[in-house]
């Protein structure tokens, strides 16, 4: 994709940061176990802290659209610093260090309004028609692969314990090596996100010099009216439940993916190498359509309706798989690893194709504020099933119905919803 006529858009690893921080614990929780005495509890509230950390989500998209991207950015990547910088301090007290993990986990989670609403925002400033799907899905799907990078490097880095044995001695050794190991990753993220930040302060323009678009240059809605216009907006509420209930489910379902796939006899390594190649799956597929949608355009409600339908049979499948003893399906890597990269693949591609939808659905409403309610209200139901999680976390087919019935309802959503293309129309017909 060619840079914008404007200028050189700003970096946009930051993103990806944010998605390795928050899902560090859940592809090695075994591990997290043993070396700091973490519960099921402790892990499902470790991920928790991702949607606790949108509650002040409507601050921030009124940072965004008052002060700009820069000073958003800086205060975004400087939480990340702390949070990073406060899971690595050496503790020998292990319930201390755990309370220290927690409240990193939290400072990064106040980070991800910024990280998921920021890319429409973003491609609007920056990139001309032509390039602007494209560019929302790179930025967003940024954060997706941050989460795959987790799913890769945590459990390669990190040894699943070691069950084998049962001299004390050789368990103390086992215990501290998986320990080691883990501190070895949180500094390296720690050194990762402090050099994001080094080159945001840098280097992050909060515009180019010259809009590349009509729609890029003109006035939008205030805060207060944005809020009327989509509260009033039937069509957009609609589309935003199609977008916030499947995709909540499934952030917090692959966030504890380890934990829900360790019943079924599936390794530490193989639950990690599956997430991995459900998002990066996603993210390829993601970046196709959007470049088909910026190619074709007016097709974004027909790449939903075929993304969504693939979900939903992806993840019913998976779903009876898990429930071998009822059904009779053959629950086999194989399976469990088809079923869950098609899942990941369907749902994280749909991501930016759904930015772009609610964009145009309410134009002129500011991107960040747009963006901001529809990652509110996913992160809301993330929260709720997480919350669930932590008091229900023996038994997982509950959790696991949650993905089929809520990739039907969106699907059901999706093919009510009349989508129209106003921010298109401004700067295709508009600029004639």
């Known amino acids: 994709m060619r840079l914008c006529r404007a200028g050189a858009a700003p970096p946009r690893s930051g993103l990806g940061a944010w998605g390795l921080l928050w899902n560090t614990w859940g592809p090695i929780q075994n591990s997290a176990r043993l070396a700091f005495g973490f519960s099921g509890w402790d892990i499902a509230l470790l991920v928790f802290w991702g949607p606790i950390g949108f509650a002040p989500c409507f601050f921030f998209m009124w940072l965004m659209d008052k002060k700009g991207l820069r000073v958003t950015v800086l205060l975004t990547s400087s939480l990340m610093v702390l949070g990073a910088g406060l899971r690595c301090v050496p503790v020998s007290d292990l319930e201390i260090r755990k309370k220290l993990i927690h409240g990193g986990q939290l400072l990064n989670g106040?980070?991800?309004?910024?990280?998921?609403?920021?890319?429409?925002?973003?491609?609007?400033?920056?990139?001309?028609?032509?390039?602007?799907?494209?560019?929302?899905?790179?930025?967003?799907?940024?954060?997706?692969?941050?989460?795959?990078?987790?799913?890769?490097?945590?459990?390669?880095?990190?040894?699943?314990?070691?069950?084998?044995?049962?001299?004390?001695?050789?368990?103390?050794?086992?215990?501290?090596?998986?320990?080691?190991?883990?501190?070895?990753?949180?500094?390296?993220?720690?050194?990762?996100?402090?050099?994001?930040?080094?080159?945001?302060?840098?280097?992050?323009?909060?515009?180019?010099?010259?809009?590349?678009?009509?729609?890029?240059?003109?006035?939008?809605?205030?805060?207060?009216?944005?809020?009327?216009?989509?509260?009033?907006?039937?069509?957009?509420?609609?589309?935003?439940?199609?977008?916030?209930?499947?995709?909540?489910?499934?952030?917090?379902?692959?966030?504890?993916?380890?934990?829900?796939?360790?019943?079924?006899?599936?390794?530490?390594?193989?639950?990690?190498?599956?997430?991995?190649?459900?998002?990066?799956?996603?993210?390829?597929?993601?970046?196709?359509?959007?470049?088909?949608?910026?190619?074709?355009?007016?097709?974004?409600?027909?790449?939903?309706?075929?993304?969504?339908?693939?979900?939903?049979?992806?993840?019913?499948?998976?779903?009876?798989?898990?429930?071998?003893?009822?059904?009779?399906?053959?629950?086999?890597?194989?399976?469990?690893?088809?079923?869950?990269?098609l899942l990941g693949i369907f749902l994280n591609s749909s991501v930016p194709i759904f930015f772009e939808l609610f964009v145009e659905t309410v134009y002129p409403v500011p991107e960040g504020i747009t963006c901001g309610v529809v990652t509110f209200l996913s992160n809301v139901f993330m929260g709720v099933l997480l919350f669930f999680l932590t008091f229900y976390h023996t038994e997982f087919s509950w959790f696991n119905w949650c993905l089929p019935g809520s990739c039907l309802l969106s699907l059901l959503l999706i093919l009510c919803f009349r989508e129209s293309y106003d921010r298109l129309y401004l700067d295709v017909v508009v600029s004639v």
């Open 110 to 341: 106040l980070a991800g309004p910024t990280v998921m609403n920021a890319a429409p925002f973003l491609s609007t400033t920056w990139f001309s028609p032509d390039e602007r799907a494209t560019a929302t899905a790179i930025a967003s799907l940024l954060n997706y692969l941050g989460a795959a990078g987790a799913f890769l490097v945590g459990p390669l880095v990190v040894p699943s314990p070691n069950t084998t044995s049962h001299l004390p001695l050789a368990s103390q050794s086992n215990t501290e090596h998986i320990k080691d190991r883990i501190e070895a990753v949180l500094y390296a993220e720690f050194g990762m996100v402090s050099l994001i930040f080094s080159a945001a302060l840098a280097y992050f323009p909060s515009r180019p010099p010259f809009p590349p678009s009509v729609a890029a240059a003109s006035q939008r809605l205030s805060y207060r009216r944005s809020f009327c216009r989509l509260l009033s907006n039937f069509r957009f509420l609609m589309i935003a439940l199609a977008y916030a209930i499947p995709l909540g489910v499934f952030s917090g379902w692959s966030g504890v993916l380890d934990l829900i796939l360790t019943p079924v006899h599936v390794s530490q390594v193989d639950a990690g190498w599956i997430g991995f190649w459900s998002i990066v799956g996603g993210c390829v597929v993601g970046i196709a359509m959007a470049r088909f949608a910026d190619f074709i355009r007016g097709m974004l409600k027909f790449i939903l309706l075929l993304l969504l339908s693939g979900a939903t049979l992806a993840s019913t499948w998976f779903t009876l798989t898990c429930l071998t003893s009822v059904t009779h399906l053959p629950l086999t890597t194989a399976t469990l690893y088809t079923s869950c990269i």
